[in-house]
Nanobody, 124 residues
Framework: QVQLVESGGGLVQAGDSLRLSCVAS????????MGWFRQAPGKERTFVATIARSGERTYYADSVKGRFTISRDNAKNTVYLQMNSLKSEDTAVYYCAARVGIGVLTHESYYDSWGQGTQVTVSS
């Protein structure tokens, strides 16, 4: 497993942008599939985006497609989530997750490392 630390959350207004970062410990970051998930108050955690270990493939939830972009910098052991045109319904705690493997993963049960989460609040 790998240690993950998210940052970049905050309070923004609808229509604003925010970039989340997730830094991983260790020297094998390029072996990991990375994902972002979110959990709104009173709701289950849901998939947001995932990226393959070299960044060659990405996949998004329909609710964020065209607004959010996942990327990674393997030299910095970091995965990003650029969030544009934020809506009130994007308000949630955002978690990054990791799993050694090939391709992308959309279900949380496949990930075995999780960060502590970062709060994103979008006011309308």
């Amino acid at each position: 497993q790998v240690q993950l630390v998210e940052s970049g959350g905050g309070l923004v207004q609808a229509g604003d942008s925010l970039r989340l970062s997730c830094v991983a410990s260790g020297r094998t970051f390029s072996s990991y599939i990375m994902g972002w998930f979110r959990q709104a108050p009173g709701k289950e955690r849901t998939f947001v985006a995932t990226i393959a270990r070299s960044g060659e493939r990405t996949y998004y939830a329909d609710s964020v497609k065209g607004r959010f972009t996942i990327s990674r910098d393997n030299a910095k052991n970091t995965v990003y989530l650029q969030m544009n045109s934020l809506k009130s319904e994007d308000t949630a705690v955002y978690y990054c997750a990791a799993r050694v493997g090939i391709g992308v993963l959309t279900h949380e049960s496949y990930y075995d490392s999780w960060g502590q989460g970062t709060q994103v609040t979008v006011s309308s």
